[in-house]
């Protein structure tokens, strides 16, 4: 099967800087993504990575060590509204390409 | 370009109720899926559609939940009867097809008590 790991809560200032951090197991890798979720709203499509590196877009950028099972969402500038849920997804052929997520990550952004 | 739409928004009923939730994809998209989401936790998911046919419902309880996508577009979700654990948001989301590196898009989801 496939198992996903994130921190639960995550508390930082406005202006500053955030990492949410997820770790994954699973058998055909076939792509990592990160969504964000309002409360009460749908999960909105953020950023997908494949390949090894960096991928950035605008002030956030998602990290993926396919080798390590790791990647990370990083949130620049960080501003009030950005305080949301942060959800991982792993995508694996071995099971059957289904996207499965992560418990999330709830960021809380204070002034 | 409309996104997912899903009715009803919210829903509550009593135990052993029945109860049904209808998504609209984006047109187009051949990939349907539906998921639970309890509070505080990531979407789980309950079936995979590729146009009409269920490629995974391996997660889905059997006994009491069922689902249809006549047509290879439109899909309803059944619960019959609802037990109280059955309380969540039942989230409908659609992609273009399975290719790697396509995101799925959620509907705004149908909140279901049950009381």
């Known amino acids: 099967g496939q198992n996903i790991d994130q921190p639960t809560e995550m508390t930082a200032t406005e202006g500053a800087i955030v990492q949410i951090n997820c770790t994954y197991q699973?058998?055909?890798?076939?792509?990592l993504f990160w969504y964000q979720q309002h409360a009460g709203e749908a999960p909105t499509f953020l950023s997908y990575?494949?390949?090894?590196g960096l991928e950035e877009k605008g002030r956030f950028s998602s990290f993926l060590s396919r080798s390590k099972g790791y990647s990370y969402l990083l949130l620049k500038e960080l501003q009030m509204k950005d305080s949301a849920s942060y959800l991982c997804?792993?995508?694996?052929?071995?099971?059957?390409?289904?996207?499965?997520f992560g418990g999330g990550t709830r960021v809380l952004v204070k002034p | 370009e409309a996104g997912v739409v899903q009715s009803p928004r919210y829903k509550i009923i009593e135990k052993k109720q029945p109860v049904a939730f209808w998504c609209n994809p984006i047109?187009?998209?051949?990939?349907l899926y539906w998921y639970l989401q309890n509070l505080g936790q990531g979407p789980e998911l309950l079936i995979r559609?590729?146009?009409?046919?269920?490629?995974?419902d391996s997660q889905l309880p059997k006994d009491r939940f069922s689902a249809e996508r006549l047509k290879g577009v439109d899909s309803t979700l059944k619960i019959q009867p609802a037990e109280l654990g059955d309380s969540a948001v039942y989230l409908c989301?659609?992609?273009?097809?399975?290719?790697?590196?396509?995101?799925?898009?959620f509907g705004q989801g149908t909140r279901l008590t049950v009381v």
């Open positions: 989301a659609s992609s273009p097809s399975l290719g790697p590196n396509t995101e799925a898009f």
């Open positions: 699973t058998s055909g890798f076939n792509g």
């Open positions: 990575n494949v390949l090894d």
């Open positions: 997804a792993v995508r694996g052929v071995a099971a059957g390409n289904k996207l499965t």
């Open positions: 047109s187009g998209h051949n990939t």
């Open positions: 559609y590729e146009n009409e046919e269920a490629v995974d």
